[in-house]
């Protein structure tokens, strides 16, 4: 994450998050660490853009007010905003739903949702001092947030401990919005990549998974790692520790 905000820049990152309703946010290059304070409410209406086919809604919390004899005084009017494309809204949702698959951090919490189609992230800063999942189905979007008033910790993690409560939410709110899945659109295609090659999978692939793609950006080879033949590709196991810290490999200076 800090090499994607090094590459684009801090002041285009945050200028890119205030279009999910982040302001104020300080454009350094710990800023996708965690490094500006947020609410879950915000949390939760950005991450709604991505089940939402990358419209972003305001958050409000009173649609309209009556007088007693029921007339509107007030009413909210919505202003969408379309701030990402459709196509790389789902693609985002394609790679959140892993989160809930097997090896995933939040792959327990599909013993509470079951099938219900959803995508999230867990969260965890510094010392366990705060433990976060934000998630979201078709239908709904959830932020919990875990912590103390205190600078204290909760000893565990976002999947352990907000995770669980994320889960419990949703799954009892499901009946009340009925089955639904993310659309998928037009533009985007789903492929079989190769997890060792990053090319399109074969059947000599074994460590494979489905990803989406936008037409036109999906890889354009074949998986030659595993392809009879071509065995003599496969990168050699470097036998030496590598020692260079992790800043000096990207950074210009």
């Known amino acids: 994450a800090v090499q994607v905000n090094h590459i684009l820049g801090p002041k285009e990152t945050a200028a890119h998050a205030e279009k999910f309703g982040f302001s104020d946010l300080q454009p350094v290059l710990s800023l996708p660490l965690g490094s500006n304070e947020v609410t879950p409410v ?20 009173i649609l309209r007010v009556e007088n007693a004899q029921g007339t509107v005084l007030e009413e909210y009017q919505a202003a969408p905003q379309q701030i990402i494309s459709p196509e790389n809204a789902y693609i985002i949702n394609n790679m959140l739903q892993g989160v809930m698959d097997s090896g995933g951090t939040g792959h327990h919490l599909r ?9 999230g992230k867990t969260g965890t800063t510094d010392e366990f001092k705060d433990a976060w999942f934000v998630g979201y189905t078709p ?24 995770g669980p409560i994320w889960a ?10 009925g089955p639904a899945d993310f659309t998928k659109p037009d533009q985007v295609q789903i492929i079989n990549i190769c997890l060792d090659s990053g090319q399109v999978a074969t059947q000599g692939c074994s460590r494979t998974s489905p990803m989406a793609f936008a037409k036109g950006t999906e890889p354009a080879g074949i998986c ?27 950074t210009p200076w």
């Open 42 to 61: 915000s949390m939760a209406a950005a991450y709604a853009v991505f089940a939402n086919q990358g419209i972003y809604n305001e958050p409000v919390y």
């Open 111 to 119: 013993n509470t949702i079951g099938t219900i189609p959803a995508a």
């Open 139 to 162: 239908r709904i979007c959830c932020a919990v947030w875990v912590g103390y008033d205190r600078n204290k910790n909760v000893s565990s993690t976002g999947g352990v401990l907000a």
């Open 168 to 177: 419990n939410f949703i799954a009892r709110t499901a009946d009340l919005y």
């Open 224 to 250: 030659y790692y595993h392809a009879k033949g071509w065995e003599w590709l496969l990168p050699e196991p470097d036998a030496h520790e590598d020692n260079e810290p992790w800043w000096e490999k990207w």
